[in-house]
């Protein structure tokens, strides 16, 4: 049974560093069993970490149906997007970024959950498949943390103006109603401050792919062997999009297309994009379900450790439960500044306005009732809903949705420029 497909599948192989094994009785000579590919600043990337990825990505196209490119072009894009995870990984220990237990159990959880299975199950199935669960484990807190850094160091580089909302729900309103879109792209990148020469080099390439492509050139294969971006090695996949939530000129060139469509070759400052339209869906009008919540948030700090922070949340859970006023103890106890003082209150929520962790406990906890105590990023909560309605899209909430669809639209080129800003200023030494 195979567990993983294009949209879920992680990379399970362990890095594998042998012991050097030594007998004095015949006096051999220490063995090398494994090598540096790369060095990466003060970290590098293994042989093994490289003949391991390589193998995964192997079996995931051949489980796809789908033809393995040369060793040498696979190998090429492993090594870079190693590298590139190499990189993150050291940003994320510079800037103190972790996963906790908590939310690695929650995304351990998730995937089983997608493969029909509980956490037992799920375990026992990867044993079964003589894949290693604790380096699974380690390998999806990796992969949370790049997740993590990317979302920290290219979120703070995108600023989206009072006026650019206002002259998005003047001009692009309708935006907030569109269908959403099944996307695939091939990125064929230029560098920085690229000369004339580059630039024509890479349009060349990317109208060779094209032609290829309008033959009948399976895409993901071809994002596979060819695309500089950082999905690359998944086929290209973007997932589901709506079009307002795309750099201009690839939103432009989606306009007339239909699934299957393939498009030419968009210029962008990264380099070229070339993208597929595999499907479409939605684009009605939807009443929105809003939540009326409040919550007492407390912190670990300097001066109350976690173990201290979960007692204290504990016992406030015990005092609530003992006819407390929730908003007394909010206004005297949160160590949320702009809630606490208000009793609490968070006034209506809409979904994917809360982090996941308290919209999940939000939506199972009934009108009046207060749940039991939760762990987000932010601290132990515990909250109390208050109140649910149906609500048409009003002028807030189409605020929020124009500075969401604006931030998406930014967000795909400013990782891809920040990727290569990263990349460009790193040491690194290929050594294969």
């Given at each position: 049974?195979?567990?993983?497909?294009?949209?879920?599948?992680?990379?399970?192989?362990?890095?594998?560093?042998?012991?050097?094994?030594?007998?004095?009785?015949?006096?051999?000579?220490?063995?090398?069993?494994?090598?540096?590919?790369?060095?990466?600043?003060?970290?590098?990337?293994?042989?093994?970490?490289?003949?391991?990825?390589?193998?995964?990505?192997?079996?995931?196209?051949?489980?796809?149906?789908?033809?393995?490119?040369?060793?040498?072009?696979?190998?090429?894009?492993?090594?870079?997007?190693?590298?590139?995870?190499?990189?993150?990984?050291?940003?994320?220990?510079q800037q103190g970024i972790k996963v906790s237990d908590r939310q690695l159990n929650e995304s351990i959880a998730s995937?089983?959950?997608?493969?029909?299975?509980?956490?037992?199950?799920?375990?026992?199935?990867?044993?079964?498949?003589?894949?290693?669960?604790?380096?699974?484990?380690?390998?999806?807190?990796?992969?949370?943390?790049?997740?993590?850094?990317?979302?920290?160091?290219?979120?703070?580089?995108?600023?989206?103006?009072?006026?650019?909302?206002?002259?998005?729900?003047?001009?692009?309103?309708?935006?907030?109603?569109?269908?959403?879109?099944?996307?695939?792209?091939?990125?064929?990148?230029?560098?920085?401050?690229?000369?004339?020469?580059?630039?024509?080099?890479?349009?060349?390439?990317?109208?060779?792919?094209?032609?290829?492509?309008?033959?009948?050139?399976?895409?993901?294969?071809?994002?596979?062997?060819?695309?500089?971006?950082?999905?690359?090695?998944?086929?290209?996949?973007?997932?589901?999009?709506?079009?307002?939530?795309?750099?201009?000129?690839?939103?432009?060139?989606?306009?007339?297309?239909?699934?299957?469509?393939?498009?030419?070759?968009?210029?962008?400052?990264?380099?070229?994009?070339?993208?597929?339209?595999?499907?479409?869906?939605?684009?009605?009008?939807?009443?929105?379900?809003?939540?009326?919540?409040?919550?007492?948030?407390?912190?670990?700090?300097?001066?109350?450790?976690?173990?201290q922070t979960q007692r204290m949340i504990n016992s406030v859970a015990s005092r609530l439960q003992a006819g407390e006023?929730?908003?007394?103890?909010?206004?005297?106890?949160?160590?949320?500044?702009?809630?606490?003082?208000?009793?609490?209150?968070?006034?209506?929520?809409?979904?994917?306005?809360?982090?996941?962790?308290?919209?999940?406990?939000?939506?199972?906890?009934?009108?009046?009732?207060?749940?039991?105590?939760?762990?987000?990023?932010?601290?132990?909560?515990?909250?109390?809903?208050?109140?649910?309605?149906?609500?048409?899209?009003?002028?807030?909430?189409?605020?929020?949705?124009?500075?969401?669809?604006?931030?998406?639209?930014?967000?795909?080129?400013?990782?891809?420029?920040?990727?290569?800003?990263?990349?460009?200023?790193?040491?690194?030494?290929?050594?294969?």
């Open positions: 049974m195979k567990l993983f497909n294009a949209g879920s599948a992680k990379y399970w192989r362990t890095l594998s560093i042998g012991l050097l094994a030594c007998s004095p009785l015949l006096q051999a000579a220490p063995e090398k069993l494994d090598g540096i590919a790369a060095i990466v600043n003060d970290g590098v990337v293994l042989e093994s970490q490289l003949k391991d990825r390589v193998a995964i990505v192997t079996e995931q196209l051949q489980s796809r149906n789908q033809r393995v490119p040369p060793k040498s072009i696979l190998d090429s894009q492993v090594i870079d997007r190693l590298i590139l995870d190499n990189l993150l990984l050291q940003i994320a220990e995937i089983a959950a997608r493969n029909g299975m509980d956490l037992a199950q799920f375990r026992n199935a990867l044993i079964a498949e003589g894949r290693d669960y604790v380096s699974a484990r380690e390998q999806i807190r990796k992969e949370l943390l790049i997740s993590q850094v990317q979302q920290s160091n290219v979120s703070r580089r995108i600023k989206i103006s009072d006026q650019e909302v206002q002259h998005f729900l003047k001009t692009d309103s309708a935006g907030l109603n569109q269908p959403e879109l099944l996307l695939s792209f091939i990125l064929i990148s230029i560098p920085e401050q690229a000369s004339p020469e580059q630039i024509q080099a890479a349009e060349s390439n990317a109208s060779q792919l094209h032609q290829e492509l309008l033959k009948g050139a399976d895409f993901a294969e071809a994002a596979i062997a060819a695309s500089s971006a950082p999905n690359a090695l998944n086929g290209g996949d973007l997932g589901w999009r709506k079009q307002s939530e795309l750099p201009e000129d690839i939103a432009q060139a989606l306009t007339n297309m239909q699934p299957g469509d393939i498009s030419q070759p968009i210029r962008s400052p990264s380099g070229f994009y070339i993208v597929q339209l595999r499907d479409k869906r939605g684009g009605e009008i939807q009443m929105v379900e809003q939540t009326k919540v409040r919550h007492i948030l407390l912190k670990p700090s300097e001066i109350r450790s976690a173990e006023s929730f908003a007394t103890l909010a206004k005297e106890l949160s160590d949320d500044p702009g809630s606490g003082s208000e009793g609490g209150e968070l006034g209506w929520a809409q979904p994917g306005q809360m982090v996941p962790e308290f919209e999940q406990v939000m939506n199972a906890t009934a009108i009046n009732e207060i749940s039991q105590p939760f762990e987000s990023r932010f601290g132990w909560h515990i909250l109390q809903v208050e109140a649910r309605r149906q609500q048409d899209l009003g002028d807030q909430i189409r605020e929020n949705q124009a500075r969401s669809i604006l931030n998406k639209r930014k967000y795909s080129e400013e990782l891809a420029n920040w990727l290569r800003e990263i990349r460009a200023e790193a040491y690194v030494d290929i050594k294969i």
